[in-house]
């Protein structure tokens, strides 16, 4: 399915491709709170670029999971909407 961050409240689910994982990133607006990268591509071979304030990835580089994503009502300055994104465990849809 695609990822959907152009429309508010939306909650979107896809199984993707880790095509990039870093932690402990420094933070420019608060250096004591480091973050987290994950770089993905849909099935679909669209990419995303999810940043994490908790400093944990959704997974390794190479490694396939399932994700939900969900919107919010905040707009931000690239005409995204301000989302939340989780990892989810490969057999949660099928279980």
Do not use: C
Request: glycine share 4%.
């Amino acid at each position: 399915m695609n990822i959907t961050l152009t429309q508010p409240n939306t909650t979107s689910t896809a199984k993707v491709l880790i095509i990039e994982a870093s932690a402990d990133i420094t933070n420019s607006s608060d250096p004591t709170k480091p973050l987290a990268l994950t770089k993905v591509l849909t099935q679909d071979k669209t990419p995303h670029t999810f940043w994490h304030r908790d400093n944990r990835p959704l997974g390794k580089t190479g490694e396939v999971v399932d994700i939900v994503v969900s919107t919010e009502e905040g707009k931000r300055d690239n005409g995204e909407y301000y989302h939340s994104v989780y990892a989810v465990p490969t057999d949660f849809f099928t279980a």
